[in-house]
Protein backbone atom coordinates (compact mmCIF):
# COMPACT_ATOMS: atom_id res chain seq x y z
CA UNK A 1 0.00 0.00 0.00
CA UNK A 2 1.48 3.15 -0.89
CA UNK A 3 2.20 6.24 1.03
CA UNK A 4 0.46 8.46 -1.80
CA UNK A 5 -2.79 6.01 -1.00
CA UNK A 6 -2.59 6.48 2.78
CA UNK A 7 -2.08 10.17 2.56
CA UNK A 8 -5.39 10.35 0.52
CA UNK A 9 -7.91 7.81 2.77
CA UNK A 10 -6.45 9.99 5.62
CA UNK A 11 -7.58 13.25 3.58
CA UNK A 12 -10.99 11.31 3.05
CA UNK A 13 -11.45 10.55 6.37
CA UNK A 14 -11.30 13.67 7.70
CA UNK A 15 -13.63 15.68 5.26
CA UNK A 16 -16.27 13.49 5.89
CA UNK A 17 -15.97 12.92 9.50
CA UNK A 18 -19.11 15.04 11.53
CA UNK A 19 -17.91 18.62 12.38
CA UNK A 20 -19.95 17.94 15.77
CA UNK A 21 -18.20 14.48 16.25
CA UNK A 22 -15.06 16.75 15.98
CA UNK A 23 -16.70 19.82 18.34
CA UNK A 24 -17.16 17.02 21.13
CA UNK A 25 -14.53 15.22 20.92
CA UNK A 26 -12.48 18.53 21.34
CA UNK A 27 -14.71 20.22 23.80
CA UNK A 28 -13.56 16.29 25.88
CA UNK A 29 -10.19 17.04 25.51
CA UNK A 30 -10.51 20.83 26.78
CA UNK A 31 -12.52 19.68 29.46
CA UNK A 32 -10.20 16.33 30.53
CA UNK A 33 -7.34 19.18 30.63
CA UNK A 34 -8.93 21.37 32.68
CA UNK A 35 -10.51 19.26 34.83
CA UNK A 36 -6.66 17.99 35.25
CA UNK A 37 -4.94 21.24 36.11
CA UNK A 38 -8.30 22.26 38.94
CA UNK A 39 -7.54 19.08 40.54
CA UNK A 40 -4.18 19.78 40.60
CA UNK A 41 -4.36 23.47 42.02
CA UNK A 42 -7.08 21.64 44.50
CA UNK A 43 -4.78 18.91 45.56
CA UNK A 44 -1.81 22.03 45.89
CA UNK A 45 -4.63 24.09 47.74
CA UNK A 46 -5.46 21.37 50.25
CA UNK A 47 -1.54 20.14 50.76
CA UNK A 48 -0.92 23.85 51.83
CA UNK A 49 -3.56 23.73 54.56
CA UNK A 50 -2.26 20.90 55.89
CA UNK A 51 1.16 21.95 56.20
CA UNK A 52 -0.75 24.75 58.33
CA UNK A 53 -2.16 22.45 60.30
CA UNK A 54 1.20 20.82 60.93
CA UNK A 55 0.36 17.18 61.11
CA UNK A 56 4.32 16.08 62.73
CA UNK A 57 3.46 17.96 65.53
CA UNK A 58 0.19 16.01 66.19
CA UNK A 59 3.03 13.35 67.91
CA UNK A 60 2.72 15.30 70.78
CA UNK A 61 -0.55 14.52 71.56
CA UNK A 62 -0.67 11.26 70.73
CA UNK A 63 2.10 10.49 72.33
CA UNK A 64 1.05 12.37 75.62
CA UNK A 65 -2.64 10.43 75.10
CA UNK A 66 -1.61 7.35 74.18
CA UNK A 67 0.77 7.63 78.01
CA UNK A 68 -2.87 8.79 79.64
CA UNK A 69 -4.73 6.52 78.56
CA UNK A 70 -2.89 3.36 78.88
CA UNK A 71 -1.50 3.77 82.23
CA UNK A 72 -5.40 5.06 83.13
CA UNK A 73 -6.25 1.49 81.76
CA UNK A 74 -3.14 -0.02 83.82
CA UNK A 75 -2.29 -1.63 80.40
CA UNK A 76 -6.20 -3.21 79.94
CA UNK A 77 -8.31 -3.32 77.43
CA UNK A 78 -7.50 -0.72 74.65
CA UNK A 79 -10.47 0.62 73.10
CA UNK A 80 -8.98 1.64 69.94
CA UNK A 81 -12.20 3.18 68.37
CA UNK A 82 -12.24 5.49 71.57
CA UNK A 83 -9.12 6.66 71.88
CA UNK A 84 -9.08 7.25 67.40
CA UNK A 85 -11.70 9.52 68.08
CA UNK A 86 -10.61 11.01 70.96
CA UNK A 87 -7.08 11.80 69.43
CA UNK A 88 -8.64 12.71 66.17
CA UNK A 89 -10.15 15.45 68.33
CA UNK A 90 -7.26 16.53 70.11
CA UNK A 91 -4.54 16.22 67.39
CA UNK A 92 -5.32 17.11 63.81
CA UNK A 93 -8.91 19.14 64.81
CA UNK A 94 -8.39 21.17 67.90
CA UNK A 95 -4.42 21.50 67.35
CA UNK A 96 -4.47 21.83 63.41
CA UNK A 97 -6.75 24.87 64.13
CA UNK A 98 -4.51 26.43 67.22
CA UNK A 99 -1.26 26.00 65.13
CA UNK A 100 -3.55 27.30 62.33
CA UNK A 101 -4.56 30.42 64.21
CA UNK A 102 -0.95 31.12 65.59
CA UNK A 103 0.07 30.93 61.94
CA UNK A 104 -2.55 33.43 60.87
CA UNK A 105 -2.05 35.61 63.89
CA UNK A 106 2.12 35.84 63.09
CA UNK A 107 2.06 35.73 59.02
CA UNK A 108 3.21 39.03 58.78
CA UNK A 109 5.96 39.06 61.00
CA UNK A 110 6.82 35.41 59.71
CA UNK A 111 7.63 36.78 56.62
CA UNK A 112 10.93 38.32 58.03
CA UNK A 113 12.25 34.70 59.30
CA UNK A 114 14.59 32.94 57.90
CA UNK A 115 12.52 29.92 57.82
CA UNK A 116 8.63 31.02 58.69
CA UNK A 117 8.26 32.95 55.40
CA UNK A 118 8.08 29.86 53.57
CA UNK A 119 4.69 28.56 55.29
CA UNK A 120 1.84 28.76 53.77
CA UNK A 121 0.24 32.13 54.29
CA UNK A 122 3.52 33.74 54.62
CA UNK A 123 4.66 32.56 50.86
CA UNK A 124 1.24 33.05 49.75
CA UNK A 125 0.17 29.42 48.98
CA UNK A 126 -3.02 30.67 51.48
CA UNK A 127 -4.88 33.22 52.01
CA UNK A 128 -5.34 34.79 55.76
CA UNK A 129 -8.80 34.84 55.10
CA UNK A 130 -8.86 30.83 53.92
CA UNK A 131 -6.66 29.80 57.02
CA UNK A 132 -8.91 31.72 59.51
CA UNK A 133 -12.25 29.67 57.84
CA UNK A 134 -10.31 26.14 57.79
CA UNK A 135 -9.11 26.53 61.50
CA UNK A 136 -12.56 27.78 62.58
CA UNK A 137 -13.72 24.30 60.79
CA UNK A 138 -11.24 22.23 62.58
CA UNK A 139 -12.20 24.20 65.88
CA UNK A 140 -16.19 23.12 65.49
CA UNK A 141 -15.16 19.82 64.62
CA UNK A 142 -12.87 19.36 67.52
CA UNK A 143 -15.83 20.35 69.98
CA UNK A 144 -18.17 18.18 67.96
CA UNK A 145 -16.36 15.50 69.05
CA UNK A 146 -15.78 16.10 72.45
CA UNK A 147 -20.04 16.50 72.82
CA UNK A 148 -20.14 13.23 70.93
CA UNK A 149 -18.12 11.34 73.45
CA UNK A 150 -20.34 12.97 76.71
CA UNK A 151 -17.26 13.12 78.65
CA UNK A 152 -17.62 16.58 80.66
CA UNK A 153 -13.61 16.05 82.07
CA UNK A 154 -12.43 15.43 78.34
CA UNK A 155 -14.16 18.95 77.09
CA UNK A 156 -12.74 20.21 80.12
CA UNK A 157 -9.22 19.47 78.55
CA UNK A 158 -10.22 21.24 75.34
CA UNK A 159 -11.35 24.27 76.38
CA UNK A 160 -7.66 24.39 79.06
CA UNK A 161 -6.22 23.96 75.87
CA UNK A 162 -7.95 26.37 73.47
CA UNK A 163 -7.58 29.36 76.42
CA UNK A 164 -4.38 28.38 77.41
CA UNK A 165 -3.38 28.36 73.47
CA UNK A 166 -4.97 31.59 72.76
CA UNK A 167 -3.47 33.46 76.06
CA UNK A 168 -0.29 32.78 74.26
CA UNK A 169 -0.94 33.95 70.83
CA UNK A 170 -3.80 36.85 70.62
CA UNK A 171 -3.53 39.93 71.63
CA UNK A 172 -3.86 41.65 73.93
CA UNK A 173 -2.42 38.92 76.12
CA UNK A 174 0.15 37.40 73.89
CA UNK A 175 2.27 35.42 76.72
CA UNK A 176 4.58 33.90 74.27
CA UNK A 177 6.28 37.43 73.70
CA UNK A 178 6.79 37.45 77.58
CA UNK A 179 9.03 36.33 80.35
CA UNK A 180 8.60 32.70 81.94
CA UNK A 181 4.92 32.83 81.27
CA UNK A 182 6.17 32.35 77.14
CA UNK A 183 7.50 28.82 78.96
CA UNK A 184 4.52 28.32 81.06
CA UNK A 185 2.16 28.21 78.81
CA UNK A 186 3.99 26.58 75.93
CA UNK A 187 5.31 23.70 77.70
CA UNK A 188 3.52 23.21 80.97
CA UNK A 189 0.08 23.39 80.46
CA UNK A 190 -0.20 22.55 77.02
CA UNK A 191 1.14 18.91 78.05
CA UNK A 192 -1.10 18.48 80.82
CA UNK A 193 -4.00 18.62 79.51
CA UNK A 194 -2.64 16.10 76.63
CA UNK A 195 -1.84 14.08 79.07
CA UNK A 196 -5.30 14.37 80.71
CA UNK A 197 -7.32 13.86 77.20
CA UNK A 198 -6.22 10.47 76.99
CA UNK A 199 -6.49 9.90 80.56
CA UNK A 200 -10.20 10.88 81.34
CA UNK A 201 -11.00 8.76 78.36
CA UNK A 202 -10.04 6.00 80.82
CA UNK A 203 -10.92 7.16 84.42
CA UNK A 204 -12.94 10.01 85.17
CA UNK A 205 -10.65 11.70 87.87
CA UNK A 206 -7.74 14.36 87.50
CA UNK A 207 -5.73 11.67 89.60
CA UNK A 208 -2.95 10.65 87.39
CA UNK A 209 0.59 9.63 89.76
CA UNK A 210 2.92 12.94 89.87
CA UNK A 211 5.69 10.43 88.69
CA UNK A 212 4.12 9.73 85.98
CA UNK A 213 2.94 13.88 85.29
CA UNK A 214 6.63 14.69 85.76
CA UNK A 215 7.84 12.72 83.29
CA UNK A 216 5.45 13.39 80.80
CA UNK A 217 5.49 17.71 81.35
CA UNK A 218 9.38 18.11 82.39
CA UNK A 219 11.00 16.38 79.37
CA UNK A 220 8.88 18.67 77.01
CA UNK A 221 9.23 21.50 79.24
CA UNK A 222 13.11 21.32 78.42
CA UNK A 223 12.49 20.36 75.22
CA UNK A 224 10.81 23.25 74.21
CA UNK A 225 13.15 26.17 76.02
CA UNK A 226 16.20 24.93 73.96
CA UNK A 227 14.01 25.13 70.76
CA UNK A 228 13.22 28.79 71.19
CA UNK A 229 16.72 29.35 71.85
CA UNK A 230 16.89 28.97 68.16
CA UNK A 231 14.59 31.74 67.36
CA UNK A 232 16.86 34.23 69.63
CA UNK A 233 18.22 36.55 66.85
CA UNK A 234 14.26 37.22 65.17
CA UNK A 235 12.77 37.64 68.88
CA UNK A 236 15.30 40.47 69.76
CA UNK A 237 14.40 41.58 65.79
CA UNK A 238 10.49 41.64 66.96
CA UNK A 239 11.13 43.18 70.22
CA UNK A 240 9.92 40.64 72.20
CA UNK A 241 10.49 40.25 75.45
CA UNK A 242 10.48 36.72 75.93
CA UNK A 243 12.34 34.24 78.05
CA UNK A 244 14.98 33.70 75.79
CA UNK A 245 15.46 37.50 75.00
CA UNK A 246 15.27 38.53 78.65
CA UNK A 247 17.20 35.81 80.26
CA UNK A 248 20.96 35.21 79.34
CA UNK A 249 21.26 32.07 77.09
CA UNK A 250 23.33 29.73 80.18
CA UNK A 251 20.37 30.29 82.53
CA UNK A 252 17.63 29.17 79.48
CA UNK A 253 19.87 26.04 78.96
CA UNK A 254 20.42 25.40 82.80
CA UNK A 255 16.53 25.79 83.37
CA UNK A 256 16.09 23.27 80.32
CA UNK A 257 18.65 20.68 81.54
CA UNK A 258 17.18 20.80 84.71
CA UNK A 259 13.60 19.64 83.39
CA UNK A 260 15.11 17.25 80.74
CA UNK A 261 16.81 16.11 83.75
CA UNK A 262 13.62 16.12 86.17
CA UNK A 263 11.55 14.33 83.57
CA UNK A 264 13.94 11.28 83.25
CA UNK A 265 14.17 11.19 86.99
CA UNK A 266 9.89 11.02 86.95
CA UNK A 267 10.41 8.05 83.90
CA UNK A 268 12.91 5.79 86.68
CA UNK A 269 10.66 6.57 89.98
CA UNK A 270 7.37 5.60 88.14
CA UNK A 271 9.77 2.04 87.28
CA UNK A 272 10.75 2.30 91.41
CA UNK A 273 7.13 2.89 92.52
CA UNK A 274 5.80 -0.20 89.76
CA UNK A 275 3.90 2.23 88.55
CA UNK A 276 5.80 1.08 84.92
CA UNK A 277 6.90 -1.98 84.54
CA UNK A 278 10.70 -3.04 84.96
CA UNK A 279 10.41 -4.01 81.35
CA UNK A 280 10.26 0.12 80.45
CA UNK A 281 13.71 -0.22 80.65
CA UNK A 282 14.50 -1.48 77.95
CA UNK A 283 12.64 1.60 76.56
CA UNK A 284 14.99 4.01 78.61
CA UNK A 285 18.05 1.85 76.66
CA UNK A 286 16.65 2.62 73.19
CA UNK A 287 16.43 6.20 73.70
CA UNK A 288 19.71 6.74 75.13
CA UNK A 289 21.13 5.05 71.86
CA UNK A 290 19.92 7.71 69.69
CA UNK A 291 21.05 10.08 71.66
CA UNK A 292 24.03 10.91 69.52
CA UNK A 293 21.34 12.06 67.08
CA UNK A 294 20.68 14.89 68.92
CA UNK A 295 23.57 15.76 71.24
CA UNK A 296 24.76 18.76 69.26
CA UNK A 297 21.07 20.28 69.26
CA UNK A 298 20.99 20.26 72.99
CA UNK A 299 24.46 21.15 73.64
CA UNK A 300 24.54 24.27 70.89
CA UNK A 301 20.49 24.99 70.64
CA UNK A 302 21.21 28.14 69.19
CA UNK A 303 22.92 26.72 66.20
CA UNK A 304 20.16 23.79 65.71
CA UNK A 305 18.85 23.18 62.27
CA UNK A 306 15.61 23.73 62.65
CA UNK A 307 14.62 21.36 59.43
CA UNK A 308 16.97 18.48 60.93
CA UNK A 309 15.89 18.58 64.46
CA UNK A 310 12.18 18.61 63.24
CA UNK A 311 12.41 15.71 61.34
CA UNK A 312 14.85 13.64 64.26
CA UNK A 313 12.54 14.36 67.11
CA UNK A 314 9.35 14.06 65.68
CA UNK A 315 11.52 10.66 63.97
CA UNK A 316 12.26 9.71 67.46
CA UNK A 317 9.57 10.64 69.36
CA UNK A 318 7.25 8.48 66.88
CA UNK A 319 9.00 5.31 67.43
CA UNK A 320 8.88 6.42 71.19
CA UNK A 321 5.20 6.12 70.94
CA UNK A 322 5.37 2.65 69.11
CA UNK A 323 7.90 1.26 71.68
CA UNK A 324 6.15 2.11 74.86
CA UNK A 325 2.79 1.18 73.07
CA UNK A 326 4.87 -2.76 72.32
CA UNK A 327 6.25 -2.87 75.57
CA UNK A 328 3.33 -2.18 77.23
CA UNK A 329 1.05 -4.68 75.81
CA UNK A 330 3.04 -7.42 74.08
CA UNK A 331 6.34 -7.69 75.89
Known sequence: MSIYYLKNLKL???????????????????????????????????SSLLKLAKPPQWTKSLGNMLI??????????FDFGLFALGFFAVGPLLWGSLYTFNDWSDWQK???HPIKKNRPIPSGQVSPQLAFLFAGILLAGAFAIGIYLNNFLFLICLIGMLVNQSLYTFRPFEFKKKPIVDLVTGSLVNPFFRFYAGWVLAVPAFNAPVEILLFVI?????GYALYRMSSIPHE???KYKSSVVVFPPNTIKTVAYIGIAAGVIGFF???YNNMLPQKFLWLAV????AFPLYYNTIKNPQKMDLKFAYKTIYLLYALFIIGFFVVGYYL
Open 269 to 271: AAI
Open 218 to 222: AIQFG
Open 286 to 289: LSLA
Open 12 to 46: TLELNVNPYIVSFICFIKLSLKFSECMAEKLFEKL
Open 236 to 238: KEM
Open 68 to 77: GYVLATNFGK
Open 110 to 112: DKM
